[in-house]
């Protein structure tokens, strides 16, 4: 079993940046996929981004590019979402997810190709 617990979000104004955590603990961090998804009210739970094991490949959301950056500290046993230039779209819940599957092609975006799930932190951006 994996426990995923996310920290770093709050309030920030448009422009701003926040950097999101998760720490994994429980089995080993070894091996697993990481990734970074957000749900609005109303919305469904929406891809943001992906790092693999052990780091050398990294997947953004479009609507994130440029913007975002996942990586991760495997010392750590740690994911960090790196946030700049946030908008007002982009208020969420944001969610930790971890995943020892084979992950091939499009399922790195399909929440079902991830086991582990942490509680999720909320973000806000104010306009």
């Known amino acids: 079993q994996v426990q995923l617990i996310e920290s770093g979000g709050g309030l920030v104004q448009a422009g701003g940046s926040l950097r999101l955590s998760c720490a994994a603990s429980?089995?080993?961090?070894?091996?697993?996929?990481m990734a970074w998804f957000r749900q609005s009210p109303g919305n469904e739970r929406e891809f943001v981004a992906a790092?693999?094991?052990?780091?050398?490949?990294?997947y953004h959301a479009d609507s994130v590019k440029g913007r975002f950056t996942v990586s991760r500290d495997n010392a750590k046993n740690t994911v960090y979402l790196q946030m700049n230039s946030l908008k007002p779209e982009d208020t969420a819940v944001y969610y930790c997810?971890?995943?020892?599957?084979?992950?091939?092609?499009?399922?790195?975006?399909?929440?079902?190709?991830?086991?582990?799930w942490g509680q999720g932190t909320q973000v806000t951006v104010s306009s």
């Open positions: 790092i693999s094991w052990p780091g050398r490949t990294t």
């Open positions: 997810a971890a995943s020892r599957r084979g992950m091939t092609g499009s399922s790195w975006y399909d929440r079902p190709s991830y086991e582990y």
């Open positions: 429980g089995r080993s961090f070894s091996l697993f996929a």
